[in-house]
């Protein structure tokens, strides 16, 4: 079955970039009609939806977010990631990955920003 695992750095200076990894087992990130989301968790906002990166490589993202958040991938390692620019101590939380809306979520990775 699918298995996903976030990485990257857990402690961000405020202003700087956040950025983590998604690598995915089980299956192909390039699999027709599949999607690939960040979620978040954070204190303030609860759980929020990021963005996502398509099968094809569109990506989409959160209207709040969007000037702040990129995500890509590399086919060749299976794996798909997050930016988030300018991080404020609001951005403190935990942050995972998702299979579209299945149950195939990563552990989650807690990212602290702070200086």
């Known amino acids: 079955q699918v298995q996903l695992q976030e990485s990257g750095s857990g402690l961000v200076k405020p202003s700087q970039t956040l950025s983590l990894t998604c690598t995915v087992s089980g299956g192909s990130i390039t699999t027709i009609f599949y999607y690939w989301g960040w979620i978040r968790q954070t204190p303030g906002k609860g759980l929020e939806w990021m963005g996502a990166i398509s099968y094809s490589g569109s990506t989409y993202y959160s209207p709040s977010l969007k000037s702040r958040t990129s995500i890509s991938r590399d086919t060749s390692k299976n794996q798909f990631t997050l930016q988030l620019n300018s991080v404020t101590p609001e951005d403190t939380g935990v942050y995972s990955c998702?299979?579209?809306?299945?149950?195939?979520w990563g552990n989650g990775t807690l990212v602290t920003v702070s200086s």
């Open positions: 998702r299979l579209g809306q299945s149950r195939f």
